[in-house]
């Protein structure tokens, strides 16, 4: 009997397509996708496994290829059925901070979806003590399949909804067992034939159900379909989001983030826009005459409008095309629209009667790209680079983004944005507001940060921040305010009742005028900001964490701060819930609880094992178990610290997460694959294991320094790329560090 090296790698494939998958799942039914825990449950998953066979393996070896396709199927239904229980499962972040339930529901969650691994795990597990003279070509095979898996999921999340993207990862699994029992050559071989046919029928038959995502009821898509009238128009499927198209005759959409009180028009009818369950975005009804558009003129985003004279217009992140009818309602010269997910634009086209025909305007031009990286690869310089506001307000201010890598908001895309500028050219970014101020004022803190990087010497003179009763919006302009400037801001202001924030030269009277708070936070928040002998105090004393994000740190929503855990605690039943970041405290949970499981799952049983079988080790086997334990505990922690460093660099690179996770699991595992290969066929050299060690450690040591100063100027530089090339060099710069991993 020889290794089933087929069945190997397809089941590789359908465990890492599995673990991709949960991600995309829980991004959509919750608020985040929960990388680092998904990858935490399959490691888990593995880890028990291991202890499992090590305990069992006498009992279990003697029945091999039984319990090899009794895992393989149970891989099959638990990787469906897991996930199916978990939609059962009332797990809300938004409750962790009120009592201990939440707590019990997340470690239950965090249990259930590890049985699928424990299972595929077991099937790899039991081939490397079956065939240990074959270990290098199993753990190859093991590799590439789950590299490919990575890969694999991604290309067919493009192709199907999620869920059926579940269902077909459960019909590889049985697909993997029947092919197990060919290369075997098992009887009866019927069930050969039943096998293979099991896997056909299995998503075809699941799919008719009809089984639906089970979107948190907190999610805005939820509540609001929960509106009288509301009915779901259209829904679209990829990696990059589930969009949904909603419908409200009864009670008309009236999306104007932040729109003025003294605004007397209304929005035209509006569709909206739904991603992963939140994030609205409308698409607005639009016969082409965008002068009747007057409610646009009474945002805070209208501002640069009034300081510039028919610009030519950058929007990032055009979405359903608010931004652009703005433009083009103040007159600009040409618009060009950028966004990443072509489905919503493709929207805007289908529904382009009702749109108006937006996108094939004569001024404006469509590029679906991300925006950081079509501004890196542009050679165009503007009068006015907007950036969108498209997260939602929700989300955003019960801190659920608060892990999330946003490369918009960093200081390297910030000065990125002003050298795109043309002579007196603006930037403008629209925020919500949160109180105590959080967003605005790390984002100003942000652009003083860009403007020095750039070598302004005078930051104060370029930036203005205003603020109505929801959003607030910055500009920075690329030369000097002039008096003409403040002028036209303050009539703006009035005419609108937005406050004034920040602008060269104001008087603390006029700050805090029309939506008044206690005291004029934005406005002293403002200036001590610039103030240079003030402003480390004040972002050290600050409630909340306004240091600017970095494209090293790009967690611009990260404004949790542990020296205010306690006092931000304490508010909770007082209204002071969403202080406290809910994603950080979500992290920080999943961390304890998964070093918890693993305690108990695999150290705790293996250690109890080892006592009754052997009370007294002799010192020299204890200490060499000691060391072989250190060694592999250390490789894999490394291994798996540097394909998480990788996933976060890379989500600059590749835009998206979802991306990021596919591209560099599958390029390390791959790649590791291949390394593996080699050592199969170096085994055979004497003193070759040592050798090749004492290189790969090297080789690991110098690419991982060199990749530190290396991959941000490359980055930089091929951020034009489109996505197959990216991909691609993504694959080649991981290939060499995952060889010698």
Partial sequence: MRPPFIAITLLSAAALGCEILLIRL???????????????????????????????????LPCFTVAFMINAVLFAFSSV?????????????????????????????????????????????????????????IYACDLTGAGLGALGIVILLCLLPPMTALYCIGSLALFAAGIAFLEWSLRPRWAAALLPAAALL???????????????????????????????????????????????????????????????????????????????NVITASDGRYESLTYLDYVTSALPYHLLSRPTVLVLGAGGGSDVLQALHHKAEHV??????????????????????????????????????????????????????????????????????????????????????????????????????RDGLKLFATAIAALERMGVTDPSSHLILIRSWKTSTLLVKNSVLTKGDIHT????????????????????????????LDKGYFFQGANALLNRAESRDFIKNYKFNLAPATDDRPYFFHFFKWASFAELLALRAKGGLPLLEQGYLVIIITFIQAVLAGVLLILLPLWLADRARSKALSSPLACERFWVVSYFFSLGIAFLFIEMAFIQKFILFLHHPLYAVGVVISGFLLFAGFGSLSCSRLKQEKNSSKRVLG?????I???????????????????????????????CLIAPLAFCM
């Fill in 202 to 280: 299995f998503p075809l038959v699941l799919h008719q159900l009809h089984i639906p995502l089970p979107i948190s009821p907190y999610k805005s898509l939820s509540q609001t379909l929960t509106v009288t009238g509301t009915e779901v128009v259209e829904e679209r499927n990829s990696p990059l989001g589930l969009l949904t198209v909603v419908r409200s005759p009864l009670v008309p959409f009236r999306y104007a983030p932040g729109l003025s009180l003294n605004c007397t028009t209304v929005p035209p009818p509006q569709l909206a826009v739904f991603t992963d369950g939140e994030g609205m």
């Fill in 489 to 516: 801001l303050k009539r703006f202001c009035h005419e609108r009742s937005f406050d004034m924030a920040y602008y060269p030269g104001m008087d603390p009277e006029e700050a805090n005028c029309y939506n008044i």
């Fill in 695 to 699: 290189w790969a450690v090297c080789g």
């Fill in 701 to 731: 040591t110098v690419i991982s320094i060199a990749y530190l100063g290396m991959l941000p100027i490359l980055f930089r530089h091929l951020l034009h790329l489109g996505d197959p090339l990216k991909i691609l060099v993504s694959l």
């Fill in 26 to 60: 829980l991004s959509i039914i919750q608020w985040h996708h929960f990388a680092y825990m998904v990858i935490s449950l399959s490691m888990l998953g593995y880890g028990a496994s291991g202890m499992f066979l090590t305990l069992a393996r006498e009992k279990i």
């Fill in 81 to 137: 059925a897991c996930f199916l229980v978990v939609r059962h499962i009332p797990f809300n972040p938004l409750e962790l901070a009120w009592g201990l339930h939440q707590l019990a529901f997340l470690f239950l969650l965090y249990l259930v979806l590890t049985l699928p691994f424990f299972a595929a795990a077991n099937c790899i597990g039991l081939c490397l003590m079956r065939f240990a003279d074959n270990i290098s070509r």
């Fill in 336 to 437: 060009d629209a950028v966004e990443l997910n072509p489905q919503i634009a493709d929207l805007v086209t289908t529904y382009a009667d009702f749109a108006g025909n937006l996108y094939t305007h004569k001024n404006v031009t469509l590029h679906i790209a991300e925006g950081r990286g079509f501004a890196a690869a542009s050679s165009l310089q503007y009068d006015l680079i907007q950036v969108a506001l498209l997260d939602a307000f929700s989300a955003s201010s019960a801190g659920l983004y608060a892990l999330t890598e946003s490369y918009i908001y960093t200081v390297e895309a910030l000065t990125e944005y002003i050298e795109h500028l043309q002579p007196g050219g603006m930037l403008a970014i629209t925020r919500w507001i949160k109180l105590p101020p």
